[in-house]
T-cell receptor
Framework: SAVISQKPSRDICQRGTSLTIQCQVD?????MFWYRQQPGQSLTLIAT?????????ESGFVIDKFPISRPNLTFSTLTVSNMSPEDSSIYLC???????????FGEGSRLTVL | AQTVTQSQPEMSVQEAETVTLSCTYD???????LFWYKQPPSRQMILVIR??????QNATENRFSVNFQKAAKSFSLKISDSQLGDAAMYFC?????????FGKGTKLTVNP
């Protein structure tokens, strides 16, 4: 298994500001995944982050709004830019286990935008 | 497109009893995986059980088992001998590799 640490665990942000979420894994992984879980909703994949290349974004998510960095094989950041109340969600970092369909998740970062 | 539907937003069960959570899905993939994840109040998602679609035998993990009906695209989770620690959100999902699609979840309450 992988141990995934996310920071911050929660934050309250003002409209129009940006916040960067950090994800640290205790082992080297090829791909890291960022999910969003809106209140009462399921998890939606935002993007896949590979080390050394640009992240691959899912439909409905753009780099200008959710820039991602992946400087090495154990670390990634997700920035939520120019936040609005609609961005209030839990943001989850995850990595694959090597078995298809199995992911390890961080505890998530709960953002509230006022 | 891949979709996952969980028709039960909430379920409850008495401790030691059995409960079944429903899930249906749709996919155009020929090779895919199905799974159930548990999200306790602490928020960390944990894989409960995983099923390869090409396998006819239903997966089991201790008190957790699935009823996989491929033709009907149904993938229900049965929890036997429910324990208080089973209380959580349960997400059904599917994927062909590491890109997973989840349902909206079922909140399970376990009553003592």
């Amino acid at each position: 298994s992988a141990v995934i640490s996310q920071k911050p665990s929660r934050d309250i942000c003002q409209r129009g500001t940006s916040l960067t979420i950090q994800c640290q894994v205790d082992s080297q992984v090829t791909m890291m995944f960022w999910y969003r879980q809106q209140p009462g909703q399921s998890l939606t994949l935002i993007a896949t982050a590979n080390q050394g290349s640009e992240a691959t974004y899912e439909s409905g998510f753009v780099i200008d709004k959710f820039p991602i960095s992946r400087p090495n094989l154990t670390f990634s950041t997700l920035t939520v830019s120019n936040m609005s109340p609609e961005d209030s969600s839990i943001y989850l970092c995850s990595v694959g286990s090597g078995r298809p369909g199995e992911l390890f998740f961080g505890e998530g970062s709960r953002l509230t935008v006022l | 497109a891949q979709t996952v539907t969980q028709s039960q937003p909430e379920m409850s069960v008495q401790e030691a009893e059995t409960v079944t959570l429903s899930c249906t899905y749709d996919t155009s993939e020929s090779d895919y995986y199905l799974f159930w994840y548990k999200q306790p109040p602490s928020r960390q998602m944990i894989l409960v059980i995983r099923q390869e679609a090409y396998k006819q035998q239903n997966a089991t993990e201790n008190r957790f088992s699935v009823n996989f009906q491929k033709a009907a695209k149904s993938f229900s989770l049965k929890i036997s001998d429910s324990q208080l620690g089973d209380a959580a959100m349960y997400f059904c999902g599917q994927g062909g590799s590491e890109k997973l699609v989840f349902g909206k979840g079922t909140k399970l309450t376990v009553n003592p």
